[in-house]
């Protein structure tokens, strides 16, 4: 359908403009939401007792660490975050921290295995009892129940669970969401900066080609389409960090129940999704990707059919009729 065969130019101008606007609001709403998700946990707030920053967007909660063989009961309380791992133990003695970060950032070297032996040390548990022996049929148990239940083949590398894949997708959704937005102040002010700059496969390259003269008179169509590529590559990180981000929180809770399992009968660690951060993720897609159908919308109105005339509706245009050589006019 061509929209524009209905719309006069000025109200095709309004309506591209406030789309605009309402894609570049949405990026900022978008962006917002998930860069709480990406620093959520990566902070200690001071009081009492000590916590972690925005405690319920942790991606997955659960309970660890148990003193000794002879108690049930868990001493601190986990969280995986996008960007961190963090623990909080509210009745620490004096002397101990009650809350701390063991990983935060890139973690590219971190496994949640390594995480627990750290807060153990700094929990001051023997060393005899976390420093267990490699899995395999002819070792000793491990003097802790908890530690022995993570003594297994499948945590001997670290937990498969890669926490700076989503670390990395996150911030690729920022990245390019962040360059959405600037991308709006380069292309009234200076369009040449986006020109196509490939060596190789030149003929696929959505960005415009030419000299600085000829971009600087491209028309609304020409950056409507560079617009529309950049705004849906966007979305589709949005999407990636969010969905890639569920699967891991998935399989987490998933991993989290094989070891309860070598757990003695009683005692379980409470592991359970907290959906806060998936939500958000998901939101700030929803939006993102809303901003890249209003793209889509813009690209449609600013097309120019041929025999537009500005300030006319195609519907009213007419032929010319050019006069035969009798003097007849001409009919189709």
Same mark, same amino acid.
């Given at each position: 359908?061509?929209?524009? /065969? ?16 309402? *894609? ?13 998700? #990406? ?6 707030? /001071? ?14 909660? #659960? ?7 002879? +108690? ?12 961190? $791992? ?5 009745? *620490? ?38 420093? @267990? ?12 129940? $908890? ?7 499948? *945590? ?15 911030? %690729? ?24 700059? @490939? !060596? ?16 600087? &008179? ?12 950049? %705004?849906?590559?966007?979305?589709? $990180? #949005? ?5 890639? +981000? ?12 094989? !070891? ?12 359970? /999704? ?37 300030? &006319? ?15 007849? &006019?001409? +009919?189709?």
């Amino acid at each position: 359908m061509n929209l524009n /065969r209905y719309i006069s130019k000025v109200t095709r101008k309004g309506i591209s403009d406030a789309l605009l606007i309402l *894609a570049v609001i949405g990026s900022v709403i978008s962006i917002i939401l998930v860069f709480i998700v #990406f620093i959520a946990g990566t902070t200690i707030i /001071r009081g009492d007792p000590d916590h972690l920053l925005w405690k319920p967007l942790a991606l997955v909660s #659960f309970e660890g660490i148990i003193p000794n063989n002879d +108690t049930s009961r868990f001493l601190v309380k986990l969280n995986w975050y996008a960007s961190s $791992f963090g623990w909080e133990h509210p009745t *620490a003695p004096r002397g101990l921290p009650k809350a701390g970060i063991t990983s935060s950032g890139l973690r590219y070297h971190s496994t949640i295995v390594n995480d627990l032996h750290e807060i153990a040390s700094i929990l001051r548990l023997p060393e005899d009892s976390v420093n @267990c022996p490699r899995p395999g049929p002819y070792e000793d148990p491990c003097g802790n129940i $908890f530690f022995e239940a993570w003594r297994s083949f499948m *945590a001997s590398g670290g937990l498969p669970i890669r926490s700076w894949y989503v670390w990395f997708t996150i911030v %690729w959704a920022l990245y390019l969401g962040t360059a959405d937005i600037f991308r709006e102040w380069i292309i009234p002010n200076r369009p040449h900066w986006i020109k196509c700059r @490939c !060596f190789i496969g030149k003929r696929w390259c959505p960005l415009p080609k030419g000299s600085k003269e000829e971009i600087e &008179q491209f028309d609304d169509y020409v950056w409507d389409k560079v617009r529309l590529y950049y %705004w849906a590559v966007s979305a589709l $990180f #949005f999407g990636i960090a969010a969905g890639h +981000t569920c699967l891991n929180s998935v399989m987490f809770v998933r991993y989290l129940a094989y !070891f309860e399992e070598r757990l003695p009968d009683g005692i379980n660690m409470h592991g359970r /999704r907290r959906l806060a951060s998936e939500i958000l993720l998901w939101v700030a897609f929803g939006i993102k990707t809303f901003g890249a159908l209003c793209m889509v919308v813009r690209w449609k109105l600013s097309r120019r059919p041929k025999g537009w005339t500005d300030g &006319q509706n195609l519907g009213r245009i007419e032929r010319s009729k050019p006069k035969s050589a009798d003097g007849g &006019q001409y +009919t189709d």
